[in-house]
């Protein structure tokens, strides 16, 4: 094998090398993947806030207590939408452990 043809070689090594450890940017497709989560944590916030102001309203006007149910059943909704975004935020962070393990596992295997 000459020089040349082994200096080559070493190139394409190098330049394969540089391609798998460059971070990727994410593609359209994994942007708007992003944006749809994020969107659906707020949601879940605002419809946990919209339950408890419906149900407060409900049982004050019910019991005739105005303001008493309304603030605690809202309090209620938005502890509940945060609960719901903190289980949403921690089923994405176990799937993308999962999926980096399996990268590390191909590129290991």
């Known amino acids: ?11 394409e090594r190098l330049d394969a090398a540089k391609a798998r450890s460059e971070p990727e940017e994410p593609s359209g497709s994994e942007y708007h993947s992003m944006a749809d989560i994020a969107w659906r944590m707020v949601l879940e ?3 946990g806030i919209a339950f408890g102001f419906g149900i407060g309203l409900g049982l004050d006007t019910l019991f ?3 303001p008493i149910f309304l603030i605690l059943f809202i309090l209620f909704g938005l502890a509940g939408g945060v609960s719901m975004m903190l ?5 994405l962070q ?10 590390e596992e191909t590129r290991d295997g």
């Open 87 to 91: 289980r949403t935020a921690r089923e």
């Open 45 to 47: 916030l605002v419809a």
């Open 64 to 66: 005739g207590t105005m």
């Open 94 to 103: 176990e799937k993308q452990a999962a999926q980096e393990a399996a990268e």
């Open 1 to 11: 094998m000459s020089d040349e043809e082994r200096l080559n070689a070493l190139r």
